[in-house]
């Protein structure tokens, strides 16, 4: 879909240009590190070369002693200080949940660990004087693969806690009451198809490195850094350190991108908050790419292993999942909840009635995983949509066949599924039937036909991803009951100024997201102001005091609810002011673009520009009232909200290189109403490219030893403008109920949907060879060997 | 120490650096030019680009951590911050880029930009495979390069046309001077 300047009489729709623009196209940005305090201090991190290693020995007298070196420290001389680096979600009570020591104080357990820093007037002393630093490794047993690390006898991690197991989560339809067994539903079933899927180590990579400035000379100490979470930021860290809250600032400037990468509270956070206190001078860290790849936490990875049941008519029975998700070598601050929030997921878009989930973390010498664009949803669409594919053609069913026979009906919303979860709305059959006549995929499944019968050396496949996920995290009820430490709450206020401007302040933290331009959209037409004369404020706990922040598609969905709330404030506010000036009762008034009439008089009416200058005065207000055109509101949901689309690739794969070229794909998302068809499709595009990345391109490989080998962004591939193709979007629009903009979140949606569609499709092409499954990323010789091992042409 | 003279945005700057100084943080450091970035420490992402000429040379596309502070002594180098004037309309590139939501968290764009300045000067009216063939050293991570591509094409119009209908004007700027060389 072509984006035009389609312009509806309300702001709330139309394709707006961002507002952030101006200072990103120019150069005029304010990234962390561009930070520059007086007195600054810079800061540079030694990492650990060992995957596992006790540290026997550090000499930092050479060091201390370099030119420009002010402080050399260890973990040791922190370690009071500095605490563990928190987990907010320890999903089951007898979860095993190892200290987190920012810098290792006897023990390195992954490579890139950070193991002393220098402090130093720039950043080449800082940085020459690491190779001064002298550490004597002993050596210690290096666990990395998941199945080996929970095996008897296995060499451990964390041999202090026993076991590489951190956690054991179950979920059972049967136990649950919201179906029946798994256990009944495979046994005896005209289909079983069992299947193995390896969800690969990811890299969020965010263009961004992580920087963090820490200033502990004023009142407060503040901290800058490139973070998705501001607010978290702070709460966790004052908990930690001991820090009263009130005397933490932390602000997120201009953050460069994060996809769940930046959902941290990060060892280099807390080692310059920790240093910079102890040295009482600014303190400066920023990381290098490599050591962004080592050490910023990395996605995915996770063992999947199905079972599903179908009748041969195709109807779905049940499915078990067993999962193993690798959680490193300690627990991220959501990690260990990264594979829960999957779990309520692989039932997909299905009504099958019986399901059981049961999800094993582990720990290995890896660096530790998190959330990444995603988290959790991609892994369990991936694993659903593959093996209904493998339905499919298990049955000789059109693989969209085998979905219409068991997908919920647009009719059927709401709809309670399998897994607990009420889905609010939804209408498959329009997103799908657009996508296929978009895809043109009866001309391709033809040209297909040929191919095959031609013995096409050069052979197509289409691949069909009908996705759903849960967003817009969350209501707190549900996160408590999962046992996650925070609220799903969002918050926005909004400020009248006595001229007649708008400020408004937001949760939410944006990193790309286009938060000033689409709450600037929302707030016009909430208060009839024009666009350009809202402030849009984010992002610094001194003007943003209360919010959660921005991950799991959550801003617009939550944070726009609050922000229409606070607008709906302002005006009621505004009501008796109006009438006071006006002279009449406020139950005779109404509101309409921007202005307070009399009901059946459309002259004289008084703005909420009058009104804010007559409260700034203050000199005639009603007995009673408020001098304030100020308001707040907090929301918690009641539900998440549910988008859903249906992705179609159509691949060529040369069978004699094993290349895949994506010949055409499509996407048809149902994100809800939406508030900038711009900023929409511009997160469907990344997101989906990202999914495509991960079925063609990226992998996080360690050797044996426990290195990264994809330690550079010459070895980890992010797919630049060469290596993917032109998309085709379009959007269908079911609107989430009861939410006043009928949004349902966006930023996730297209990296959910796409792996398995480029997947399947491969998939689909090399059929004829005997193949059932490429593991990802699909590269050449992988998509080969598959062809050669997969059997002889049928 | 090294003693270089460099003109950057026009404004020529005489500094002693270390020999061993990248490009990139003398800009940043040194003269406080941070709208240029650094994105990685392989020459992979092209974050850091900016345009360079040498005494003798016209302006091209350089990945400034790719390059040493003294490879620019007696060069031009134009950055982000010098594309346009500011206060002054965007350059069409920074317009293109705008009007196609080319960005999101922006991180990339400089270098993209200017990665696009170059690759126009190049080759003013480049097919879409040619534009990503051509902004392959340049990495983004949010827009999946469609808008970018979009941007580009329209920008590649935009100065086409501005060439065809200003084609004498002197360039203030050596910016400027990429877009104005470039043949109708």
Same mark, same amino acid.
């Given at each position: 879909?072509?984006?035009?300047?389609?312009?509806? $009489?309300? *702001?709330?729709?139309?394709?707006?240009?961002?507002?952030?623009?101006?200072?990103?196209?120019?150069?005029? %940005?304010?990234?962390?590190?561009?930070?520059?305090?007086?007195?600054?201090?810079?800061?540079?991190?030694?990492?650990?070369?060992?995957?596992?290693?006790?540290?026997?020995?550090?000499?930092?007298?050479?060091?201390?002693?370099?030119?420009?070196?002010?402080?050399?420290?260890?973990?040791?001389?922190?370690?009071?200080?500095?605490?563990?680096?928190?987990?907010?979600?320890?999903?089951?009570?007898?979860?095993?949940?190892?200290?987190?020591?920012?810098?290792?104080?006897?023990?390195?357990?992954? %490579?890139?660990?950070?193991?002393?820093?220098?402090?130093?007037?720039?950043?080449?002393?800082?940085?020459?004087?690491?190779?001064?630093?002298?550490?004597?490794?002993?050596?210690?047993?290096?666990?990395?693969?998941?199945?080996?690390?929970?095996?008897?006898?296995?060499?451990?991690?964390?041999?202090?806690?026993?076991?590489?197991?951190?956690?054991?989560?179950?979920?059972?339809?049967?136990?649950?009451?919201?179906?029946?067994?798994?256990?009944?539903?495979?046994?005896?079933?005209?289909?079983?198809?069992?299947?193995?899927?390896?969800?690969?180590?990811?890299?969020?990579?965010?263009?961004?490195?992580?920087?963090?400035?820490?200033?502990?000379?004023?009142?407060?100490?503040?901290?800058?850094?490139? $973070?998705?979470?501001?607010?978290?930021?702070?709460?966790?860290?004052?908990?930690?350190?001991?820090?009263?809250?009130?005397?933490?600032?932390?602000?997120?400037?201009?953050?460069?991108?994060?996809?769940?990468?930046?959902?941290?509270?990060?060892?280099?956070?807390?080692?310059?908050?920790? @240093?910079?206190?102890?040295?009482?001078?600014?303190?400066?860290?920023?990381?290098?790419?490599?050591?962004?790849?080592?050490?910023?936490?990395?996605?995915?990875?996770?063992?999947?292993?199905?079972?599903?049941?179908?009748?041969?008519?195709?109807?779905?029975?049940?499915?078990?999942?067993?999962?193993?998700?690798?959680?490193?070598?300690?627990?991220? =601050?959501?990690?260990?909840?990264?594979? =829960?929030?999957?779990?309520?997921?692989?039932?997909?878009?299905?009504?099958?009635?019986?399901?059981?989930?049961? /999800?094993?973390?582990?720990?290995?010498?890896?660096?530790?995983?998190?959330?990444?664009?995603?988290?959790?949803?991609?892994?369990?669409?991936?694993?659903?949509?593959?093996?209904?594919?493998?339905?499919? $053609?298990?049955?000789?069913?059109?693989?969209? *066949?085998?979905?219409?026979?068991?997908?919920?009906?647009?009719?059927?919303?709401?709809?309670?599924?399998?897994?607990?979860? $009420?889905?609010?709305?939804?209408?498959?059959?329009?997103?799908?039937?657009?996508?296929?006549?978009?895809?043109?995929?009866?001309?391709?499944?033809? *040209?297909?036909?040929?191919?095959?019968?031609?013995?096409?050396?050069?052979?197509?496949?289409?691949?069909?991803?009908?996705?759903?996920?849960?967003?817009?995290?969350?209501?707190?009820?549900?996160?408590?009951?999962?046992?996650?430490?925070?609220?799903?709450?969002?918050?926005?206020?909004?400020?009248?100024?006595?001229?007649?401007?708008?400020?408004?302040?937001?949760?939410?933290?944006?990193?790309?997201?286009?938060? *000033?331009?689409?709450?600037?959209?929302?707030?016009?037409?909430?208060?009839?102001?024009?666009?350009?004369?809202?402030?849009?404020?984010?992002?610094?706990?001194?003007?943003?005091?209360?919010?959660?922040?921005?991950?799991?598609?959550?801003?617009?969905? @939550?944070?726009?609810?609050?922000?229409?709330?606070? /607008?709906?404030?302002?005006?009621?506010?505004?009501?008796?002011?109006?009438?006071?000036?006006?002279? /009449?009762?406020?139950?005779?008034?109404?509101?309409?673009?921007?202005?307070?009439?009399?009901?059946?008089?459309?002259?004289?009416?008084?703005?909420?520009?009058?009104?804010?200058?007559?409260?700034?005065?203050?000199?005639?207000?009603?007995?009673?009232?408020?001098?304030?055109?100020?308001?707040?509101?907090?929301?918690?949901?009641?539900?998440?909200?549910?988008?859903?689309?249906?992705?179609? /690739?159509?691949?060529?794969?040369?069978?004699?290189?094993?290349?895949?070229?994506?010949?055409?794909?499509?996407?048809?998302?149902?994100?809800?109403?939406?508030?900038?068809?711009?900023?929409?499709?511009?997160?469907?595009?990344?997101?989906?490219?990202?999914?495509?990345?991960?079925?063609?391109?990226?992998?996080?490989?360690?050797?044996?030893?426990?290195?990264?080998?994809?330690?550079?962004?010459?070895?980890?591939?992010?797919?630049?403008?060469?290596?993917?193709?032109?998309?085709?979007?379009?959007?269908?629009?079911?609107?989430?109920?009861?939410?006043?903009?009928?949004?349902?979140?966006?930023?996730?949606?297209?990296?959910?949907?796409?792996?398995?569609?480029?997947?399947?499709?491969?998939?689909?092409?090399?059929?004829?060879?005997? @193949?059932?499954?490429?593991?990802?990323?699909?590269?050449?010789?992988?998509?080969?060997?598959?062809?050669?091992?997969?059997?002889?042409?049928? | 120490?090294?003693?270089?003279?460099?003109?950057? !945005?026009?404004?020529?700057? !005489?500094?002693?650096?270390?020999?061993?100084?990248?490009?990139?943080?003398?800009?940043?450091?040194?003269?406080?030019?941070?709208?240029?970035?650094?994105?990685? !420490?392989?020459?992979?992402?092209?974050?850091?680009?900016?345009?360079?000429?040498?005494?003798?040379?016209?302006?091209?596309?350089?990945?400034?951590?790719?390059?040493?502070?003294?490879?620019?002594?007696?060069?031009?180098?134009?950055?982000?911050?010098?594309?346009? &004037?500011?206060?002054?309309?965007?350059?069409?590139?920074?317009?293109?880029?705008? &009007?196609?939501?080319?960005?999101?968290?922006?991180?990339?764009?400089?270098?993209?930009?200017?990665?696009?300045?170059?690759?126009?000067?190049?080759?003013?009216?480049?097919? !879409? &495979?040619?534009?990503?063939?051509?902004?392959?050293?340049?990495?983004?991570?949010?827009?999946?390069?469609?808008?970018?591509?979009?941007?580009?094409?329209?920008?590649?119009?935009?100065?086409? &046309?501005?060439?065809?209908?200003?084609?004498?004007?002197?360039?203030?700027?050596?910016?400027?001077?990429?877009?104005?060389?470039?043949?109708?």
């Amino acid at each position: 879909m072509t984006v035009t300047d389609e312009r509806p $009489t309300t *702001e709330v729709g139309s394709a707006r240009r961002r507002k952030e623009d101006a200072r990103l196209i120019t150069g005029r %940005t304010m990234w962390t590190e561009n930070i520059t305090l007086p007195g600054m201090l810079h800061m540079a991190i030694l990492r650990s070369p060992e995957a596992h290693a006790r540290i026997a020995h550090i000499d930092v007298s050479a060091a201390a002693r370099e030119p420009g070196v002010i402080a050399v420290l260890t973990g040791r001389d922190i370690a009071d200080a500095q605490g563990s680096l928190p987990c907010a979600w320890p999903v089951t009570e007898d979860i095993v949940h190892p200290a987190h020591p920012a810098l290792a104080v006897d023990t390195v357990r992954h %490579t890139g660990e950070a193991v002393a820093v220098v402090v130093a007037r720039d950043r080449g002393s800082a940085l020459d004087a690491l190779a001064a630093i002298d550490v004597d490794y002993d050596p210690l047993p290096v666990v990395l693969d998941m199945e080996a690390a929970l095996a008897d006898g296995a060499d451990l991690v964390h041999p202090d806690k026993g076991t590489n197991a951190s956690y054991t989560w179950v979920f059972d339809s049967a136990a649950a009451g919201t179906g029946g067994s798994v256990a009944e539903a495979l046994s005896g079933a005209e289909v079983v198809i069992r299947r193995r899927y390896r969800q690969q180590r990811l890299i969020p990579a965010f263009m961004e490195p992580r920087s963090v400035v820490v200033d502990p000379t004023g009142d407060q100490t503040t901290i800058w850094s490139a $973070t998705q979470i501001p607010h978290i930021l702070r709460f966790l860290l004052a908990v930690i350190t001991g820090t009263p809250e009130h005397k933490v600032r932390v602000v997120a400037p201009d953050v460069g991108g994060g996809f769940g990468g930046k959902l941290q509270v990060t060892a280099e956070e807390m080692i310059t908050f920790v @240093v910079a206190q102890r040295l009482g001078r600014p303190v400066k860290y920023t990381e290098s790419r490599s050591e962004s790849l080592m050490s910023a936490h990395h996605g995915r990875d996770q063992i999947q292993d199905l079972e599903l049941s179908a009748r041969r008519d195709g109807t779905v029975l049940g499915l078990r999942v067993k999962l193993l998700s690798n959680m490193g070598a300690y627990l991220g =601050l959501v990690g260990p909840g990264v594979p =829960l929030l999957g779990a309520f997921m692989y039932n997909a878009i299905y009504k099958f009635p019986a399901y059981r989930f049961e /999800c094993t973390g582990v720990f290995t010498n890896t660096t530790f995983t998190d959330a990444y664009r995603g988290a959790g949803r991609p892994e369990a669409t991936f694993a659903i949509e593959r093996i209904m594919d493998e339905l499919a $053609t298990e049955l000789g069913l059109d693989p969209i *066949e085998v979905r219409r026979r068991n997908w919920i009906g647009s009719g059927e919303f709401p709809f309670t599924t399998v897994a607990g979860l $009420t889905y609010d709305s939804g209408n498959y059959e329009a997103a799908t039937d657009r996508a296929l006549r978009m895809l043109g995929y009866d001309e391709l499944r033809a *040209e297909q036909a040929r191919r095959r019968e031609a013995h096409d050396p050069v052979q197509l496949g289409i691949g069909v991803s009908t996705y759903t996920e849960m967003c817009g995290l969350a209501p707190s009820r549900v996160l408590g009951a999962l046992r996650y430490g925070a609220g799903g709450w969002e918050h926005a206020a909004v400020r009248m100024l006595p001229t007649g401007k708008v400020e408004v302040v937001t949760g939410t933290s944006p990193h790309g997201q286009g938060h *000033e331009t689409a709450w600037s959209q929302i707030v016009a037409d909430q208060l009839g102001v024009s666009f350009d004369d809202v402030e849009v404020l984010h992002g610094d706990t001194r003007t943003s005091v209360r919010g959660l922040d921005t991950y799991g598609s959550r801003s617009l969905a @939550v944070g726009g609810i609050a922000l229409v709330e606070a /607008c709906k404030k302002v005006v009621e506010k505004a009501r008796p002011i109006a009438a006071h000036m006006l002279e /009449c009762d406020v139950n005779d008034l109404e509101f309409t673009g921007g202005s307070f009439r009399v009901r059946g008089n459309p002259d004289g009416g008084k703005t909420l520009a009058d009104c804010a200058l007559a409260v700034f005065a203050a000199h005639n207000l009603p007995d009673g009232v408020e001098p304030s055109l100020d308001a707040d509101a907090a929301y918690d949901p009641v539900n998440f909200s549910f988008p859903h689309g249906t992705h179609l /690739c159509a691949v060529e794969v040369d069978t004699e290189t094993g290349r895949v070229d994506i010949r055409r794909y499509v996407a048809v998302d149902d994100v809800g109403l939406v508030v900038n068809p711009l900023i929409v499709e511009g997160q469907v595009h990344g997101g989906v490219v990202q999914g495509i990345a991960q079925a063609l391109y990226e992998e996080a490989v360690y050797d044996p030893d426990g290195n990264l080998v994809t330690g550079t962004l010459a070895d980890y591939l992010v797919p630049s403008a060469a290596d993917v193709p032109d998309l085709l979007t379009d959007r269908t629009e079911t609107a989430a109920p009861g939410h006043p903009l009928g949004a349902k979140g966006v930023g996730e949606a297209g990296t959910i949907a796409s792996t398995p569609a480029v997947v399947n499709a491969i998939v689909d092409a090399l059929r004829p060879f005997g @193949v059932r499954d490429v593991p990802m990323p699909c590269t050449p010789e992988r998509v080969w060997r598959a062809i050669r091992e997969g059997g002889e042409r049928s | 120490m090294t003693r270089i003279s460099v003109t950057v !945005d026009g404004v020529r700057y !005489d500094d002693d650096v270390e020999p061993r100084t990248l490009l990139v943080y003398y800009l940043r450091e040194r003269l406080g030019k941070v709208g240029t970035v650094v994105g990685c !420490d392989t020459g992979n992402c092209g974050a850091c680009t900016v345009l360079m000429a040498g005494p003798d040379s016209s302006p091209v596309g350089v990945k400034s951590c790719n390059v040493l502070a003294v490879q620019a002594d007696r060069g031009e180098v134009t950055t982000i911050e010098g594309l346009s &004037e500011r206060g002054g309309p965007p350059h069409p590139v920074q317009q293109s880029f705008h &009007e196609r939501h080319a960005l999101q968290c922006g991180y990339c764009t400089p270098g993209m930009i200017m990665a696009t300045v170059d690759l126009l000067a190049e080759n003013p009216d480049p097919t !879409d &495979e040619q534009i990503r063939a051509g902004l392959e050293g340049n990495l983004c991570r949010c827009t999946g390069y469609q808008n970018i591509v979009r941007a580009v094409r329209d920008a590649a119009a935009a100065l086409r &046309e501005r060439a065809t209908a200003a084609p004498a004007v002197p360039a203030a700027r050596p910016a400027a001077d990429v877009a104005e060389e470039v043949p109708a």
